[in-house]
């Protein structure tokens, strides 16, 4: 089955400890993306890839980071400058192009304690 | 910079009872659009989308929506809600130009009572 996996679905931390996020897609997708979710907020896009070893921050990138170095794969790292990391964090992937739609992983839920 | 409104964080209805969740973009250039459904807990799933074709676009699970240009408008109706329908929903756009992001309304959360 193509699809998108995140893991960990539920990931806890302690306050001032740096904590990676996995996404994986065998959809053979160019494009990457990763989304912060708050309710009430909507979607808010912190980076996103169009090709590998290629990245651009999104319209809340500061206190994240990530890597591109296979197509396959776009992990984020949440550090200990993200001042309120605790939110619903969702993988997207797409062809690129804008009239094509993108397609979720299950999403990964971040408690900081 | 795109922009999308959607009117109403939840919206009530009866099983069996019309549904319209309300889109507003804001663009010069009609864009792309995207409805998206989100269970509690899971990803988004692709409920339909327009792409210059048919103005008037049927997507999954018996939804559909219509692109109004003078109105910059896509809301997203239902003719009779079922109690499966209750989630939330996301209205998104996107640029014509090559590559683009999305970018996503704040949803409007369905509930659907017997």
């Known amino acids: 089955d193509g699809g998108i996996t995140q893991s960990p679905k539920y990931l806890f931390r302690k306050e001032g400890q740096n904590v990676t996020l996995s996404c994986e897609q065998n959809?053979?997708?160019?494009?990457m993306y990763w989304y912060r979710q708050d309710p009430g907020q909507g979607l808010r896009l912190i980076y996103y890839?169009?090709?590998?070893?290629?990245?651009q921050k999104g319209d809340i990138a500061e206190g994240y980071s990530v890597s591109r170095e296979k197509k396959e794969s776009f992990p984020l790292t949440v550090t200990s400058a993200q001042k309120n990391p605790t939110a619903f964090y969702l993988c997207?992937?797409?062809?690129?192009?804008?009239?094509?739609?993108?397609?979720f992983g299950p999403g990964t839920r971040l408690t900081v304690l | 910079a795109q922009s999308v409104t959607q009117l109403g964080s939840h919206v009530s209805v009866s099983e069996g009872a019309l549904v319209l969740l309300r889109c507003n973009y804001s663009s010069s250039v009609p864009p792309y659009l995207f409805w998206y459904v989100q269970y509690p807990n899971q990803g988004l799933q692709l409920l339909l989308k327009?792409?210059?074709?048919?103005?008037l676009v049927k997507g999954i699970n018996g939804f559909e929506a219509e692109f109004k240009k003078s109105e910059t408008s896509f809301h997203l109706t239902k003719p009779s809600a079922h109690m499966s329908d209750a989630a939330e929903y996301f209205c998104?756009?996107?640029?014509?130009?090559?590559?683009?992001?999305?970018?996503f309304g704040k949803g409007t959360m369905l509930l659907v009572s017997p």
């Open positions: 998104a756009v996107s640029d014509r130009k090559g590559y683009s992001t999305l970018t």
């Open positions: 327009y792409t210059s074709a048919a103005t």
């Open positions: 890839s169009q090709i590998v070893n290629d990245f």
């Open positions: 997207a992937s797409s062809t690129g192009t804008g009239r094509n739609e993108q397609f």
């Open positions: 959809l053979n997708h160019d494009a």
